[in-house]
């Protein structure tokens, strides 16, 4: 079992920056492919990141070039560090666990971002 609890949310103009972090309890996260997916009202959950056990990432086109994933399995955190923010952006950030081939995942609870114009 493995917990996950974002952080790092909150309100920013447009061209900020935010760092989410996503902390896990449970068992370690270095066998886990972890993402970043973010949801708005009456839409589909998006996946935005991943980085792969072996640090491999994949970003999706929309936010390529100005979000970055990265892991520290030692501290057992996982963030997304969000530069050049537009409003579009505006969304609820999940954080994701996936031990691949199993089909076991975990979520976190989400964190608000809101860009302002």
């Known amino acids: 079992q493995v917990t996950l609890v974002e952080s790092g949310g909150g309100l920013v103009q447009a061209g900020g920056s935010l760092r989410l972090s996503c902390a896990a309890s449970?068992?370690?996260?270095?066998?886990?492919?972890m993402g970043w997916f973010r949801q708005t009202p009456g839409k589909e959950r998006e996946r935005l990141a991943v980085?792969?056990?072996?640090?491999?990432?994949y970003y999706t086109d929309s936010v390529k070039g100005r979000f970055t994933i990265s892991r520290d399995n030692a501290k057992n955190t996982v963030y997304l560090q969000m530069n050049s923010l537009k409003p579009e952006d505006t969304a609820v950030y999940y954080c994701?666990?996936?031990?691949?081939?199993?089909?076991?995942?975990?979520w976190g609870q989400g964190t608000q971002v809101t860009v302002s114009s």
């Open positions: 994701n666990a996936d031990l691949d081939g199993t089909g076991i995942e975990y």
């Open positions: 449970g068992r370690g996260l270095s066998s886990y492919h």
């Open positions: 980085i792969r056990r072996t640090s491999s990432t």
